[in-house]
């Protein structure tokens, strides 16, 4: 006969199983509080690496709750001190989603893992609903493992064959853990139906912690990139100083990675490749994502020369590793996919799409995209298809440049893109910015690899070639690294160049500073350099030849063939007129002044430009030559360009750049200057 209990009786079996199960818990107990404490052990160390400050909690299950859980779990498991995969748990918080990312890849490379019991809460939420997030494994110590080279810890031989070894680790950030702990809990495991309102109320802050996590996520990549850049804002003799300050700190911390990753950044933005090399390499065995990679690009610079050499592969290498310990690494991507350009081209670009993924509106690999695009294609018409993306690392870099970080790259990525956007002044000006920044010739290399990509398509690129000429012409005229030369008779120095206004609507407004410059120039004797018409600041300097014909040369340059209906050739006035191949892009006329003058020996910093008024060409002029190393002065209230350069955030503050009065005796001074 069957006896039937009353609603709510326990019967006497399950009070036996309930007993049996609890002693059974109270005898493993100490083997779990064990298993806490190695973990904890375990786990500290790594944090303290991948995500500093981290909080690393660890525990074994009370037997108070292993008690109240068998009543609820009893009809799912009926050995539930064998069958449980949380007697022994760990919760790592840390401060970021990154970072998460980051011990999750620690644990997942050093523990065997329970997959089917593991679980990334936030999966598990619809698009539309916000609520606990969290990844959860359950994992058990893996044998050979530990201890190792980075983390020197001991697992007891217990840990290894105790029954139902497994422990449960939580990865959390610090505001997915504040909603755990005072939202889910309370919510979702109260003994009581929680009334419609407060679960609303909670879902609401649960939104909000949500979005307050994605605006830490951004401050914290926003201050990383920062400090990804650091020193690049520096002079080199401040880079050299800062370099040897800190070395000497590292003598005393050996262990210190940001240390050494400052140390290395500061030498790979000087080009002092052995340098960053000797301090990198040192700290490459604690597997730091960052350090990995500027080893890899380190290496992979210095040995560039042999691309299929054993060195070369080496720096491929620590790039991969980098890239190991953090797939979302745009940079170790970029990186590693410009090792094999021209190697493995197809491997190249799966590498740049890989990074753009990572990082959409990022200029490094959405510009080299664009390029295996366009070489393709054999024109610019994918241009069109991502103008929108274009246009906002264009943004993302003027931020960047604005606050002193990623540069000069920031603004040679500008000038790229405002070349494919049809923008070629503006192009031009961003690029006389990133030389002017430029600290090392293979920066510029870099960057003139990075435009002759584009070749396929330079007859749809306005400006393509006077972009090319201006990079091969600032690395002869900053590093002598490339040779500059010209087919025409050498200048002599001191050499002046006079730009500014030349168009037909200011004639009568610059014939008003003949007077001023034919006095500026009274003792001068040496060579003047301008357009050669008789329009407007051109005309200004035959009216100075003419004042002074047997003290000053002066050499016009037009273009080739063909000339605007209203400009007239001012030959008779002009010792000589040099034509360009111009025809069709003004500022080529500019920079063939510049390249004759590097080719007669005539150094930069020796040549003085007055700015008078001026247009969108004589803007090209006066930022080219600051870039280069000139002087450039510019009259004041003369209008147009000559104003707008002044408060422009870019050249603002140059030392190189001065504004002159309306004063013969105060341009003669700069001029002598």
């Known amino acids: 006969m069957t006896t039937v209990l009353p609603p ?56 108070a709750s292993f008690g109240e859980k068998i009543w609820r779990k009893r009809d799912k498991y009926r050995q539930p001190v064998n069958r449980m995969t949380d007697l022994c748990g760990v919760r790592v918080i840390t401060h970021t989603a990154a970072q998460v990312r980051a011990v999750s890849r620690f644990i997942e490379e050093h523990f065997e893992i329970d997959w089917e019991n593991t679980v990334d809460v936030s999966q598990r939420l619809a698009p539309t609903e916000f609520g606990y997030r969290s990844v959860h494994y359950i994992v058990k110590f893996r044998r050979g493992v530990f201890p190792s080279p980075e983390l020197d810890v001991d697992v007891p031989s217990l840990l290894y064959r105790m029954p139902n070894r497994r422990a449960e680790i939580q990865v959390r950030t610090v505001l997915e853990h504040a909603w755990a702990d005072i939202c889910h809990d309370l919510v979702y495991k109260s003994p009581f139906r929680v009334p419609a309102r407060w679960v609303r109320e909670v879902a609401g802050l649960a939104a909000l912690l949500e979005g307050a996590d994605s605006s830490v996520v951004r401050i914290q990549d926003g201050l990383a990139e920062y400090r990804a850049s650091y020193g690049d804002y520096l002079s080199p003799e401040q880079m050299r100083e800062e370099i040897e300050k800190l070395k000497i700190v590292l003598e005393h911390d050996p262990g210190n990675v940001e240390l050494t990753s400052r140390i290395g950044k500061l030498a790979m933005t000087l080009g002092a490749w052995d340098e960053a090399i000797a301090v990198l390499a040192g700290a490459a065995r604690r597997r730091d994502p960052g350090v990995l990679r500027d080893l890899g690009v380190a290496v992979c610079k210095r040995h560039e020369a042999e691309r299929e050499g054993r060195k070369y592969r080496q720096g491929r290498r620590f790039l991969e590793r980098a890239i190991a310990a953090d797939e979302g690494d745009w940079d170790a991507l970029s990186s590693l996919a410009g090792t094999w350009r021209g190697i493995d081209d197809s491997q190249a670009r799966r590498l740049y799409r890989r990074a753009l993924q990572a990082d959409p509106s990022n200029s490094y690999p959405l510009g080299n995209v664009l390029s295996y695009e366009i070489a393709e294609r ?63 010739d293979w920066v510029l290399a870099s960057s003139q690899r990075s435009l002759e990509a584009l070749a396929p398509a330079t007859e749809s690129i306005i400006g393509y070639e006077a972009a090319r000429r201006l990079l091969l012409l600032a690395r002869g005229a900053k590093f002598g690294s490339t040779p500059v030369a010209s087919d025409r008779p050498p200048l002599t120095g001191p050499v002046v160049i006079v730009a500014g206004g030349c168009d037909p609507s200011v004639e009568e407004e610059m014939r008003g500073f003949r007077e001023l410059l034919v006095a500026a120039f009274d003792g001068f004797a040496g060579t003047i350099l301008s357009g050669g018409t008789r329009e407007g600041v051109s005309g200004l300097v035959g009216d100075v030849k003419e004042a002074y014909p047997d003290r000053i040369r002066a050499i016009g340059y037009l273009p080739g063939s063909g000339l605007p209906p209203d400009a007239t050739p001012d030959a008779e006035r002009y010792d000589e007129l040099r034509l360009t191949d111009g025809v069709g892009f003004s500022p080529l006329e500019p920079l063939a002044n510049w390249i004759d003058l590097v080719a007669s020996g005539i150094p930069p910093a020796a040549v003085r430009l007055i700015g008078i008024n001026g247009g969108r060409i004589a803007a090209t002029e006066y930022r080219l030559a600051l870039a280069l190393g000139a002087r450039v002065g510019l009259i004041e209230e003369s209008g147009r360009e000559a104003a707008r350069l002044l408060p422009d955030a870019d050249w603002a503050g140059s030392p190189r750049l001065v504004l002159l009065p309306r004063d013969a005796a105060a341009i003669r001074a700069f001029l002598a200057g």
């Not at 241009?383 to 960047?400: D, K, N, T």
């Not at 002044?425 to 910015?433: G, I, M, T, V």
């Open 378 to 440: 054999g024109d610019t018409s994918v241009v069109a298809l991502m103008g929108p993306s274009i246009e906002a690392a264009i943004e993302r870099c003027r931020e960047q440049a604005s606050i002193g970080i990623n540069l000069p790259w920031a603004h040679y990525d500008i000038a790229k893109f405002q070349l494919l956007l049809g923008r070629p002044y503006e192009s031009l000006a961003a690029y006389a910015k990133a030389i002017d920044l430029t600290t090392a």
């Open 8 to 63: 709510g009786t326990v019967s006497d079996a399950d009070l036996a199983w309930a007993r049996a199960q609890l002693a059974l818990y109270e005898d493993r107990y100490p083997s779990y509080e064990l298993f806490a404490s190695v973990l904890k052990d375990v786990l500290d160390r790594a944090a303290a690496k991948l995500a500093p400050l981290a909080i690393v909690q660890a525990r074994p299950k009370s037997i």
